[in-house]
């Protein structure tokens, strides 16, 4: 087989992906089994994969999964706690004393809050922990969820204390030969160039995720406000850049000065600072009688409700009110545990301790091990939290018992999609390319896994202009293994050898990796499983393929922004280019200034997005 075909192979579980949950809208619970099925003949007949190998990693899948169902469970645990408990009432109304405007609150909770929380934690922790919250303040579910996607971009690339770059961009070029050859006379350490890379990759989120405030109000608006308009959202423009800019800034400068471990971290605890006093004081916000809410709750349309905008957030009987300062605790908590546990080596360790740790080594004899580390997920810091809470809010033991009750109810929906999603996603990823299946012209893709080998027959069709598609293949990488970090690791030698093969030097080629990189992040709006597990959060079933529909525009505008961003800055000099981004990100604002609003409401309705 040449190229062509195999890459046509390797992007048939993308395509039945596509086909069943975005196109056809079938819930992932559904989808995603006949994607698994797709992919396990994939590997087997056509890649020539051994069977006791596609176990292997279907076994990592569950593996996987079952962590990822933790964490949902103890965001929601923690979630239902604060709820029954109270607090979650007293947290709406210091959300109304900010700003009684669903924009300005959305931007506070999902792009802020939601940002320190990727910094510290990252694997769609943020999402988990942003949409049931904004959920418990009035939003609609499905509004919560996709906010809450549209902020997994900008903060992901420095997330989990730099992990996409410290563990992924570093596995995927560290001590690689090609790599060590290119740094040979340049003067630069491999270190000096991974900190280099990082700075691309900040500059890049800045110039482009500064924006994305603007977009995911203005798509708040477009979906759940009366008039179905962007233009209500784009109303708060000047808010929206301020704090857009309030957290990319900083950013950029913590990454290229400090390196990739602090940027999102630090940089949304400055936003915060920034943003929250200025809202607070009135600056650059809507004044009274121009603020945005959302219509009255039975006029909601049914697909925008969850388990959780069916449930009171009323205090409960005999439970007392709760002050604003102990209503945050467990949150703030929840950041200092998290934070603490991904900085401080020793106790990170001590969480990750072999005595602690559950592990399959070499399953079915497919040389692939299957590890977990419960303690040091997310999830185990939200269930102690959670715990600690029942003590310091003094709750009612019905009341702690419902939260659990009601919370248990949640990972089981999410289950029967994520426990054939993630084993699907890691048999794409872990099978290699048998040799005896390929022409004798492309035996150099034998023991490439198939996102490689869809990757190298991209390659071959733009040439030059790859630097525009490199986002696009970290975007790709994200979808399909579930993670910045995965992507960087699957495609950055990848990305670095193809910059190469086009002619760019080293300095360039570190550019494409940082687009890369950047693409990778912005893949996490509609990676399967952050998508599942958000909407498990908030109680939706059977919505992903409408949410992954909807978050493909700011998807869109961030790959296009960057590709030619970058083809741009790796052109040189004051080029066409510069102008072609220019006109870019004008097109995208100037579709949403002139939408029509309710005009396409039915048409949209028929097609089911």
């Known amino acids: ?25 079938w819930p992932a619970s559904r989808a995603m089994p006949v994607a698994l099925v797709v992919t396990i003949a994939s590997a087997i007949f056509l890649w020539g994969t051994k069977a006791n190998v596609v176990a292997g990693a279907a076994v990592n899948g569950i593996f996987t999964a079952l962590d990822i169902l933790f964490i949902v469970f103890g965001a929601v645990l923690l979630l239902n706690t604060v709820k029954e408990s109270g607090a979650i009432n007293t947290i709406r109304q210091g959300f109304i004393s900010i700003s009684p405007d669903r924009r300005i609150q959305a931007i506070i909770i999902a792009w802020l ?35 809450a996607l549209i902020i997994q971009s900008t903060p992901v690339s420095f997330g989990a204390i730099g992990t996409p770059i410290q563990v992924g961009v570093n596995t995927g070029l560290r001590d690689q030969t090609a790599v060590t050859n290119a740094l040979e006379g340049t003067g630069m350490t491999f270190d000096q160039y991974l900190l280099q890379i990082a700075s691309n990759v900040g500059f890049f989120h800045m110039a482009i995720g500064m924006l994305i405030p603007l977009f995911m109000v203005s798509m708040l608006t477009r979906y759940f406000g009366a008039n179905r308009s962007f233009r209500e959202g784009l109303k708060v423009w000047k808010f929206a850049l301020f704090a857009g800019a309030a957290f990319t800034i900083p950013y950029y400068l913590i990454a290229s000065l400090l390196g990739p471990e602090f940027p999102s971290l630090i940089g949304a605890l400055i936003g915060l600072l920034i943003v929250v006093p200025a809202a607070k004081a009135g600056f650059l916000t809507p004044k009274e009688g121009q603020y945005f809410d959302f219509e009255a709750k039975n006029r909601w349309e049914p697909e925008w409700l969850g388990a959780l905008n069916h449930q009171t957030t009323d205090i409960p009987k005999n439970q007392k009110r709760i002050s604003l300062p102990m209503a945050w605790l467990p949150y703030v908590l929840v950041a200092g545990l998290l934070v ?13 301790d072999p005595a602690v740790t559950i592990r399959l080594t070499n399953v079915f004899g497919s040389g692939i091990d299957s590890v977990s580390t419960p303690l040091f997920l997310p999830g185990f810091i939200f269930v102690t939290i959670s715990a600690i809470t029942f003590f310091l809010h003094s709750m009612k033991k019905a009341n702690y018992q419902k939260a659990w009750k009601d919370s248990f109810k949640t990972v089981v929906t999410a289950g029967a999609a994520l426990i054939f999603a ?66 960087n690791m699957m495609f950055s030698l990848f990305q670095f050898g193809t910059a190469e093969s086009v002619g760019l030097n080293v300095n360039q080629a570190g ?25 498990a959060t908030v109680g939706i079933v059977g919505k992903e393929g409408l949410l992954i529909r909807r978050v493909l525009f700011p998807l869109s505008y961030y790959l296009l922004a960057g590709g030619v961003l970058g083809m741009a800055i790796i052109s040189g000099g004051v080029n066409g280019w510069f102008i072609l981004y220019g006109l870019v990100v004008m097109a995208f604002i100037f579709y949403m200034i002139s939408y029509k609003g309710k005009g396409a409401l039915s048409i949209e309705r028929k097609i089911g997005a």
Not at 118 to 145: K, M, Q, R, S, Y
Not at 434 to 454: H, I, R
Not at 517 to 535: D, E, L, Q, Y
């Open 1 to 25: 087989m040449g190229i062509g075909l195999l890459s046509l192979i390797a992007i048939l579980p993308v395509i039945t992906i596509m086909l069943f949950l975005v196109i056809l809208n």
């Open 113 to 147: 809050f939601g940002a320190f929380i990727e910094g510290a934690a990252g694997f769609g922790t943020p999402a988990a922990i942003a949409a049931p919250l904004l959920v418990a303040i009035g939003f609609p579910a499905l509004a919560a969820v996709m906010v």
């Open 340 to 352: 603490l546990t991904r900085t401080i080596d020793s106790l990170g360790a001590m969480l990750k």
């Open 422 to 487: 993630v084993p699907m996603i890691k048999i794409f990823l872990l099978t290699s390319l048998s040799g005896d299946k390929l022409a004798a012209t492309a035996q150099e893709l034998a023991g490439m896994n198939m996102p490689l080998v869809l990757a190298a027959g991209v390659s071959n069709l733009v040439g030059d202009f790859w630097p525009i598609i490199a986002p696009a293949i970290g975007a790709l990488g994200a979808f399909i293994a579930g993670s910045n970090t995965f992507s």
């Open 511 to 535: 550019l494409v990796v940082a687009l890369q990189a950047i693409g990778g992040a912005a893949g996490n709006m509609i990676c399967v499983h952050n998508v599942v597990a958000a909407s």
